[in-house]
């Protein structure tokens, strides 16, 4: 397949803009780091007297723990600290708001390390520090832990079948404000706008579908890690691969009832976290054998301990009913979303709530959504994290309605498109949003202009499907420190954690401002102590928000080198301007100076220049993404080939293409491998029997074709360069849109993720 | 006046309606309005002086950041909804 990816030169992505950095391509500022193995990441921390932790992990998905005996291991030579769930501080049963969600510090004390119960198979149940790995290792064999096994609860139906086992004996559910107890359900919410029966009496034609999708795991390279060193003056350091140094503070201080000063995270290069990496797990424990052993402790988690021990992406059900006129308006939409949030409250149901019919127009809408406690590890955001279930079953739905009226599925969901002053269905208003481009950027795509020849070699059979998804993108808080170096160039100090390029992108905010290279702008991401408060990284606010912060610093910047420039030529500081990297005087055009010009007289004009942004931002701007698949199923074997994939997104502005298409493409991977392969394969105690990455099927180079993108700019119009979030929205669609292809190659509509070979198997033989 | 778009679970407080038009400066005063014609509705906004966590306030097109300090336009929209997270 032939890529179009843009070429790596400075081109920007439409041209129709004057920026000098913003939608050029430069090489990543971390980028020699990365690729030389100089950077450092969480296993490559080394501290003086450090132990080495290791963790002794459940190996029932549901049992009360009946007694600890940690005395062997104590005795055994070598070892420093044992501890179990009787070590931690007991933390409070409440709420503390995270910047985006928030976390109930009990529930996330015992995830961490159970106290008298354990929820999921992999949680976490005593923790040892020793000399060396290995010693750590040998101990925990000599833990003597007896349970009383109970029976596990694996599906959000196994969870609200009656008589099921209960998992938390404290939660008192809420269903529909009604408090409720002895349940798995943690929340029972709805949104409901107009007339729902109304609506559907009116339509010609409903069609209502439930889908399942099993739970995934985000896939991240890099295995969790935790370094904490508990010191005598009571504070807390911690080295960690996180998404949110400030967030993971918040979760550990609060763990650890300590005031969040008194805890410094050091957030270290992270490989991947795709929201896996906002919840904290080894942290605390690392912390606590600290205390006990009064040296830095190190944990390493291994692939195994990933898979079952941290937040993958819900499974669960979603059903859809619309209905349409005859002329395929529709009038009315219906959804019941039931997510597991695993051994704890706390799915993304809230979310997937708030998406699943957000592509489109519809006056009458009720919304149901459940948040269900199964014996699964405690869930935690993936990417978008909720809409790609509710696109896979709105997409489903509205691809049949398209085809029993007979229209084209892209002019059927232009013309119930959602636009600006729509209202959504959990009931805010659109603000000016980019649906209706992508549609039409999808319609006009070589892709969907191409011809499919329906058989391929071998009795092959191939379709094309296509599909939306929407994402909200946040904003919230981000702060940035400019300071101007006297050889011209710029330090630029920020507390986002670089996940995906963001390092470039801030620092090119900032050029674009100063006037400079984004070379010449040197960005480095800074612990809890050295930045102001920031968010975490997702939410894909990072570009949109720290740029912002970024953009005000370097406005900062520029106002206070006026006054320098005004000092200089003894003028007033409005009498100055600027303009592309150079500083004038109004009134005398031969009077200018570059700005690596006037750094070099900071000191002749009142020392050094530093300036920070800081700001609070409501909302990013929601994305829409528009995939196109082309699939080849063979009916021998029931596998499925993805021949040609696009991804079309509204992005505002793409400050750096590279990684924007970057963005969109792992997204669309990541979506095709939940929709094809991935899945927790659960025996019937609970026990995740796929926990490696061998057997946990993810896509690689060699199963795809390059993801085409088509990056559309449909400027955000409260951000000063129209950035909009990227990063999450392209894994809604994939999912939806692999089905619709599957459909259109073999004419079964699949309502099971993932699709793989054995269910296709089963499928065309049911057809048959 | 505001216009407050009640959230399903609050309904019942508010007699079944919908929406409701309630006067407030700021998204505080909105709140204690609505508690004085609805009981019970506050306590389940704020927490501790301030919007529960996991929920959102949005007032207009776009959730708040300024909290219950947030000030209000005649006619605004205001809804209550989950706070949205990502990853």
């Keep these: 397949m032939v890529a179009t990816r843009k070429p790596a030169t400075g081109r920007p992505v439409n041209g129709k803009h004057n920026y000098k950095v913003i939608g050029t391509r430069p090489i990543r500022h971390d980028g020699l780091d990365k690729v030389t193995g100089r950077a450092i990441y969480g296993a490559d921390i080394k501290l003086p007297g450090l132990a080495h932790g290791a963790v002794l992990r459940s190996p029932h998905a549901h049992a009360i723990i009946k007694k600890v005996d940690t005395s062997r291991a104590e005795k055994l030579a070598g070892v420093y600290a044992v501890i179990t769930g009787a070590d931690m501080p007991k933390a409070d049963n409440r709420e503390v708001d995270l910047g985006e969600g928030a976390a109930n510090l009990k529930w996330a004390s015992n995830n961490v390390m159970a106290d008298d119960k354990v929820n999921y198979r992999g949680q976490p149940v005593a923790a040892v520090a020793a000399v060396d790995q290995n010693t750590a290792l040998q101990a925990l064999g000599l833990i003597k832990v007896d349970y009383e096994v109970l029976p596990a609860v694996r599906d959000v139906r196994e969870a609200m079948a009656k008589g099921a086992p209960v998992i938390l004996s404290g939660l008192v559910g809420d269903d529909l404000g009604k408090k409720v107890k002895n349940t798995n359900m943690a929340r029972h919410f709805r949104h409901e706008f107009g007339n729902l029966d109304e609506g559907f009496k009116k339509s010609k034609l409903v069609v209502e579908h439930e889908y399942e999708l099993a739970t995934v795991h985000q896939g991240y390279i890099e295995p969790h890690n935790a370094t904490a060193q508990w010191t005598a003056d009571n504070r807390v350091t911690v080295w960690t691969s996180t998404q949110g140094a400030f967030a993971a503070r918040r979760q550990i201080a609060g763990i650890l009832r300590l005031d969040d000063s008194r805890v410094k995270v050091i957030p270290l290069e992270i490989g991947g976290g795709f929201g896996g990496k906002i919840p904290v797990y080894g942290e605390p424990v690392a912390a606590v054998l600290s205390r006990k052993c009064a040296r830095p402790v190190k944990l390493l988690m291994d692939r195994k301990a990933v898979f079952e021990s941290t937040g993958p992406t819900p499974g669960g059900t979603v059903k859809v009913k619309i209905g349409v006129d005859a002329k395929g308006k529709m009038l009315a939409a219906d959804a019941d979303i039931r997510f597991e949030s695993g051994g704890y409250p706390g799915s993304p149901v809230g979310a997937g709530a708030m998406c699943v019919f957000a592509a489109y127009n519809i006056p009458n809408t009720r919304i149901d959504g459940y948040d269900i406690v199964t014996n699964k590890p405690k869930s935690a955001a993936y990417r978008a994290p909720g809409s790609t279930h509710v696109a896979f079953a709105t997409e489903g739905v509205v691809d049949e309605i398209a085809e029993k009226l007979g229209m084209d599925k892209i002019d059927f969901r232009m013309m119930n498109s959602a636009k600006e002053g729509t209202r959504r269905a959990d009931g805010p208003i659109f603000p000016k949003i980019g649906h209706e481009e992508c549609l039409a950027a999808a319609k006009n795509s070589p892709h969907w202009k191409s011809k499919l020849v329906k058989n391929g070699p071998n009795g092959k059979k191939r379709g094309r499907g296509i599909a939306s998804g929407y994402w909200f993108n946040i904003g919230l808080k981000s702060v940035v420190t400019i300071s101007v170096n006297t050889d011209g160039t710029a330090a630029l100090v920020e507390g986002s954690t670089d996940i995906g390029g963001s390092r470039a992108s801030i620092a090119m905010q900032a050029a674009e401002v100063l006037g400079i290279p984004a070379e010449d702008v040197r960005p480095v991401v800074v612990d809890t102590e050295s930045i102001g408060y920031t968010d975490v990284t997702g939410g894909s606010r990072t570009c949109y928000a720290t740029g912002y912060a970024a953009y005000n610093a370097a406005q900062s910047v520029v106002s206070i080198l006026k006054e320098r420039a005004a000092k200089l030529w003894d003028i007033k500081s409005n009498d100055v301007d600027f303009k592309d990297g150079v500083f004038f005087n109004k009134s005398d055009a031969e009077l200018k100076l570059t700005f690596k010009q006037l750094a070099k007289k900071l000191d002749e004009t009142g020392g050094p220049v530093s300036a920070t942004g800081s700001v609070d931002l409501s909302a990013a701007g929601g994305g829409y993404g528009i995939h196109i698949a082309d699939v080849e199923v063979d009916p021998e074997t029931g596998k499925t080939d993805v021949l040609r994939y696009t991804a079309i997104q509204d992005v505002g502005r793409a400050i750096h293409p590279s990684y924007v298409e970057g963005q969109i493409q792992g997204g669309a991977v990541q979506g095709i491998g939940w929709a094809l392969n991935e899945e927790y394969f659960m025996d019937q105690q609970g026990r995740m029997s796929n926990s490696s990455f061998l057997d946990y099927r993810m896509p690689t180079t060699l199963d795809l074709p ?57 499928a065309l033989a049911g057809k048959k | 006046m505001a216009r407050v778009f009640v959230p399903y679970n609050m309904r019942k407080l508010a007699g079944g309606k919908t929406e409701v038009n309630v006067p407030g400066k700021t998204l505080r005063e909105l709140i204690e309005n609505l508690e004085a014609r609805f009981p019970g509705m506050k306590e389940l906004i704020v927490e501790d002086d301030r919007l529960k966590p996991g929920l959102a306030a949005i007032v207009g097109e776009q959730p708040t950041r300024q909290g219950l300090m947030t000030k209000l336009e005649p006619e605004t929209e205001v809804h209550f909804l989950p706070a949205i997270s990502g990853g």
């Design chain 1, 706 to 762: 390059m993801i085409e993108t088509i990056v559309l700019e449909v400027p955000n119009p409260i951000h000063p360069f129209g950035v909009r979030g990227v990063g999450e929205t392209p894994i809604a669609p994939p999912v939806a849109t692999i089905a619709n292809a599957l459909y259109d190659a073999v004419g079964v509509r699949f309502r099971q993720a993932p699709m793989k070979p054995g269910r296709v198997m089963e």
